[in-house]
């Protein structure tokens, strides 16, 4: 286990993107450890239209303008959303999707208790590859929660981010999603680890219309 420092979070909000990838979310809920692969991220900063943190201060947004690593959650169309704030006021990281993951932490029935708490809307249960590829998805897999996170800093009791040490041999870099006309809709800040491509959010390389995007090394820089 290598829990990520809260000085990891001291960094550029796209290189922070790129370096979450792969990193794995560590979640208690009761007697489980619920677990799941971070494998697309978006990036914000202050001083561009999309992001929440350029409409100003509010006690609101204010785990934007706090330290680095402190969380920002927020209601994404009545659902709970993951951020983390970064280096500058302001700036930040959204967790787009990710992927259940089990290794000697994680308990047997945890991707079991990860469908219950996250059922399809019919009641029957959602697959594992559907679990966690979307912002408010995730949340709910693993029981993320506005009002117990927002503000808030990692609790190595309760919920973490871990290094297990899974760096995407490459990285697709696209344009964010759901960001409105008119509010910087093209900067390409959406990071997606190619392996994991048909298990994110919208797979850029499926789409009929293209979407502009590019591969990077794994290797972060």
Known sequence: MAILPVSFFNQDACRLAKQLLGK???RKYGQYWLSAKIIETEAYYQDEKGS???LGFTEKRKALFMSPGTIYMYYARGND???????GK???VLIKSAFPYEDQLTHPDAIKKMQQLNPLPSGLI???TKLCNGQTL????LALTVKDWDQQQFNCKYFYFDDVKQ???KIVQTTRLGIPQGRDENLPYRF????FLPYCTSNPLSKRKPVPWKALSGVIK
Do not use: F, K, T, W
């Open 24 to 26: 794995v979310i560590r």
């Open 52 to 54: 929440h943190a350029s």
């Open 81 to 87: 959303s993951l951020n983390i704030s970064c280096r």
């Open 90 to 92: 302001g700036n930040a």
């Open 126 to 128: 959602r697959p594992v």
């Open 138 to 141: 995730l949340c709910r897999s």
């Open 167 to 169: 760096q995407p041999e």
């Open 192 to 195: 997606i680890d190619y392996n």
